[in-house]
């Protein structure tokens, strides 16, 4: 099954940092990336919809200032947390597929840690 | 937005019985997903079913599809530990996914 690989796998920053957090598809081109932040024991949030060359889809309630998300190009899309504060903390999650894809395919996950 | 909802909320069972968790949607859908999710981990994609199909088999699991209800299920059968695991339903309209809160199973040895 396609690959998508996400880095770093866990991060902890001083408030008031920004943190990139990547998601790159290995063996195949996303034409569509998702970001979604999940909270202990709870569901999948959306953030946001990235597709390739123009500016990503951010869900209601999401600060497209605060949660800065670029997808250059087919295989790689960064989300920027930035001036990051504790209730920032959280697990980040990317997915991605192709137009031809029903199904997405998932990183690993960003536990990121704000102190 | 969180698309439906999950019951149980979590599950603990023997190995070797099944495991069986409902879900429910609120709009319309193209086709309803299934995925896993170790702890810590991301998702994996279990199966698919078709918003014009009934049920899916896919080795040891089940899906069913009930549009009338909006709602679905998965049934697990034979469980093993290694099934324990988060277990999330998303609906897809077009190319969009939904999840569901989730349901935790545990199997014991």
């Known amino acids: 099954g396609a690959v998508v690989s996400q880095h770093p796998s866990w991060v902890i920053c001083k408030s008031g940092t920004s943190v990139k957090i990547e998601c790159r598809s290995l063996d195949f081109q996303a034409t569509t990336m998702f970001w979604y932040r999940q909270f202990p024991k709870q569901s999948l949030m959306l953030m946001a919809t990235?597709?390739?060359?123009?500016?990503?889809?951010?869900e209601q309630g999401v600060e497209k200032d605060k949660f800065l998300i670029n997808h250059a190009s087919l295989t790689l899309s960064t989300l920027t947390v930035t001036s990051a504060h504790p209730e920032d903390s959280s697990f980040y999650i990317c997915?991605?597929?192709?137009?031809?894809?029903?199904?997405?395919?998932f990183g690993s996950g960003t536990q990121l840690s704000v102190l | 937005s969180q698309q439906g909802e999950e019951d149980p909320q979590a599950l603990s069972i023997q190995e070797g019985e099944n495991a069986t968790m409902n879900c429910s949607y609120k709009t319309s859908i193209n086709n309803l997903q299934w995925y896993r999710q170790n702890s810590g981990r991301g998702l994996v994609h279990l199966i698919l079913?078709?918003?014009?199909?009934r049920e899916k088999h896919s080795g040891r699991l089940r899906v069913t599809l009930d549009t009338s209800k909006k709602s679905s299920s998965l049934l697990i059968t034979a469980s093993r530990a290694a099934d324990t695991a988060s277990y999330f339903c998303?609906?897809?309209?077009?190319?969009?996914?939904?999840f569901g809160a989730g349901t935790t199973v545990t199997v014991r040895a």
């Open positions: 998303a609906g897809s309209n077009d190319y969009k996914l939904s």
């Open positions: 990235s597709n390739e060359g123009s500016k990503a889809t951010y």
């Open positions: 079913i078709r918003s014009n199909e």
């Open positions: 997915s991605a597929r192709t137009r031809q894809m029903t199904k997405l395919f």
